[in-house]
């Protein structure tokens, strides 16, 4: 299927994406607000159109949550999608919305990607594995301090290529100062508009609109480790 | 769980552990998973892929046969191993086993397709 639906429009993806059932009981502590099917079609659409960077590609979704940018990777063609989640629960969520779309070229698995890699990266059999790695990761504006910049890291220790994630909008300055240091090509491609739609409790008004930055990031050279 | 994916997992992330890999797999529930057959990702995932794991993993599942020990300079030209590579490789899958790690013996449970590599606080290494 996936061959025939590589030039697939945006809208079509995003109508597909619908169907994808997100988290049953979503966690506060994870941050585990889904990534809506139009972002999803956004960040998809701009990865395979401007970048080429999923047809034919083996692919890694940090913080995998329900899936829904393992499964659009899919539908533009990546060969091999490997997703990763701390959360039980959601892999089972993950896991039945993978067997609703039958997609069989996407993989699971449980595993805290703050010690994915272990403490030397460059020993682990991960390391530099994959051509894209996809993300949706948690903002780390929450009690949770960093836990943005270690997806980051480890989302760059796994690519030989590019990395694309969202952030908040605030942490800007912050997201591009690390790049600068970690010697690899950062660029923001859009600005989104992310509604939390009362995900969880604490959101009292109706919707909450975040401004969020979809980038991307890329070696400069070619096995770096962070 | 692929044995691409398997193929990628150490159990060096133990405290203590140096290399732990390959996991040996102790399957108990293994299914053929239909994927699209690429001969040239095939190809270009082989780079990245260690052969003698994937030959032992493709064994402990029942799927060796027809796969050499040491992968010869010519395997490009070979569809029909190139197709049992895309198999092994691919289609594959433990749905329920276990991983085990070769230093330690610590066992790391697959359900669902799903190996389980979280550590206990205490397991972290530094």
């Known amino acids: 299927m996936a061959r025939e639906l590589k030039c697939m429009k945006r809208k079509e993806l995003e ?14 502590k994870l941050e585990q607000y889904p990534t809506t099917p139009h972002i999803a079609a956004c960040m998809l659409h701009t990865m395979s159109s401007t970048y080429d960077d999923l047809a034919d590609k ?13 499964i659009g990777a899919t539908m533009l063609g990546a060969g091999y999608v490997l997703g990763i989640d701390v959360d039980e629960d959601a892999l089972e969520t993950c896991y039945n919305n993978l067997c609703e779309f039958e997609m069989n070229s996407v993989d699971l698995m449980a595993s805290d990607v703050r010690c994915l890699l272990g403490p030397d990266p460059k020993s682990s059999q991960l390391f530099k594995k994959f051509d894209t790695v996809v993300m949706n990761p948690p903002f780390g504006t929450k009690h949770n301090e960093g836990i943005d910049i270690a997806f980051l890291q480890a989302a760059l220790n796994l690519s030989n290529n590019a990395v694309y994630s969202l952030h908040k909008t605030s942490t800007r300055e912050h997201i591009l100062k690390k790049a600068a240091s970690w010697e690899v090509d950062v660029s923001v491609l859009a600005e989104l508009r992310y509604d939390l739609a009362n995900t969880f409790k604490f959101h009292k008004k ?4 975040i401004e969020v930055d979809f980038i991307r990031l890329s070696h400069r050279k070619a096995g770096k480790c962070l | 769980m692929k044995l691409l994916t398997h193929n ?8 203590g552990v140096t290399k732990g890999f390959p996991l040996k797999i102790v399957p108990v529930q293994v299914e053929i998973k239909d994927v699209d057959y690429n001969p040239a990702f095939v190809v270009r995932t082989l780079s990245k892929v260690d052969w003698p794991a994937l030959h032992q993993a493709a064994v402990e599942t029942g799927f060796g046969d027809g796969l050499p020990e040491t992968l010869g ?18 289609q594959v ?11 330690s013996g610590r066992k790391f449970p697959i359900t669902n397709g799903i190996p389980n590599m979280l550590l206990q606080e205490h397991e972290v290494g530094q």
């Open chain 1, 206 to 209: 109706k919707s909450v609109d």
């Open chain 1, 58 to 70: 083996c692919v890694a979704d940090l913080g995998v949550g329900c899936g829904i940018l393992s």
């Open chain 2, 8 to 15: 990628m997992l150490t159990s060096n992330i133990i405290k």
């Open chain 1, 15 to 28: 109508s597909y994406l619908q169907d994808v059932e997100v988290f049953e009981n979503p966690k506060i």
């Open chain 2, 93 to 103: 899958e433990v749905i329920q086993g276990e991983l085990v790690c070769p230093e």
């Open chain 2, 73 to 90: 300079e010519n395997f490009q030209q070979d569809e029909e191993l190139l197709k049992k590579i895309h198999n092994a490789l691919l």
